[in-house]
């Protein structure tokens, strides 16, 4: 079974530009998690997404959106970019299991903004 | 507010020695717990998890600890080996809540001498 792909993996970005990544979960997971990572913060909750529908949200400012599709591949946007915005972005998707779900995690985007 | 704290960035071990990565955790709401390894450039590869019905859980060469009344986890690893290095982070969550996200520390880097 194919892992969960994200695309792109690198980007660069100038402040003020807005940004889009993809994601695709492992076939058969309907959940959909997003998380940055930057040097000295680990992963940090952005959103998750399940059946199309946003279940929580992380302590983001609004400029960082999301959205799923309904064959649950899922994409966030980063509007308005700031150069903190630079990190990992990783993408996780899991497939109910009574709240014991394991997340599995896609290579992430690297996303530079200068 | 950290409620998962890995207050070892980093731990040095030597080649078929055991390594333990210890993680605590405050909320005491957290029943779920796991633990990833990370490569550079890479997403968290899942490793082992732990419900807190349990104490103990074994997989390989790796076995996860959890000491519920002081709100401890430690990942053991025996025999270490060279290709072990890695950042490992400890994950946890509330499985009965509504809340699907997972806590992450902050990452233990570990490296293993050979």
């Known amino acids: 079974k194919a892992g969960v792909t994200q695309t792109p993996r690198y980007l660069i970005k100038t402040r003020g530009q807005q940004v889009t990544l993809s994601c695709s979960p492992i076939s058969g997971h309907r959940s959909v998690s997003w998380y940055q990572q930057t040097p000295g913060q680990g992963l940090q909750f952005l959103f998750e997404y399940f059946s199309e529908t946003q279940r929580n949200k992380g302590n983001f400012p609004g400029r960082f959106s999301g959205r799923q599709f309904s064959n649950s591949r899922s994409e966030m946007n980063v509007s308005t970019l700031e150069l903190g915005d630079s990190a990992l972005y990783l993408c996780?998707?899991?497939?109910?299991?009574?709240?014991?779900?394991?997340?599995?995690f896609g290579p992430g985007t690297r996303l530079l903004v200068l | 507010d950290q409620q998962v704290k890995q207050n070892s960035p980093s731990l040095s071990v030597q080649e078929g020695r055991i390594s333990i990565l210890n993680c605590d955790y405050t909320?005491?709401?957290?029943?779920?717990f796991l633990w990833y390894k990370k490569y550079p450039a890479e997403g968290p590869t899942f490793l082992i998890s732990i419900s807190s019905i349990k104490d103990k859980n074994e997989d390989g060469r790796f076995t996860v600890f959890l000491n519920k009344s002081a709100k401890h986890l430690s990942l053991h690893i025996v025999p270490s080996q060279p290709g072990d290095s890695a950042v490992y982070f400890c994950a946890a969550r509330n499985s009965g809540g509504s809340n699907y996200k997972l806590t992450f520390g902050k990452g233990t880097l570990l490296t293993v001498n050979p």
């Open positions: 909320n005491s709401m957290f029943d779920y």
């Open positions: 996780a998707s899991s497939f109910p299991a009574g709240g014991k779900e394991t997340q599995y």
